[in-house]
């Protein structure tokens, strides 16, 4: 994800595009990756993890696909959400199966030294 999103702007650069296209794409990624968390627990708690989890990494491999597929400023577009969108859904999972490993006895922070 890091690299898809620091080459994005460079390639864009490199074929020609204009600044403000440019960090049009890159507010496009902030707004899937960010706006979608209002929702993506909703969605855990009415799909389940394991469900959302290949939703997110079946939307990683779309992400993966488009963005080899060609330089025009919709498929730069397109693969931004998608990327912001699995790395989302993949990271909200990730945080959701975490708060299921603690016990009980964890949770008043008695664990400490």
Same mark, same amino acid.
């Given at each position: 994800m890091v690299l898809g999103l620091t080459a994005t702007p460079i390639a864009m650069k490199h074929y020609g595009f204009d600044l403000s296209q440019i960090a049009a794409e890159i507010q496009l990624y902030i707004l899937s990756?960010?706006?979608?968390?209002?929702?993506?627990?909703?969605?855990?708690?009415?799909? /389940?993890?394991?469900? =959302?989890? %290949?939703?997110?990494?079946?939307?990683?491999l779309a992400y993966i696909a488009l963005a080899v597929s060609d330089v025009l400023? /919709?498929?730069?577009? =397109?693969? %931004?959400v998608l990327m912001g969108l699995d790395w989302n859904f993949l990271y909200t999972v990730g945080t959701s199966l975490l708060a299921t490993t603690y016990t009980t006895g964890y949770a008043g922070g008695h664990y400490m030294f």
């Open positions: 990756r960010f706006v979608t968390s209002f929702c993506t627990g909703k969605l855990i708690d009415r799909f /389940g993890v394991i469900k =959302i989890k %290949l939703t997110g990494l079946l939307l990683m400023c /919709g498929i730069f577009a =397109i693969t %931004l």
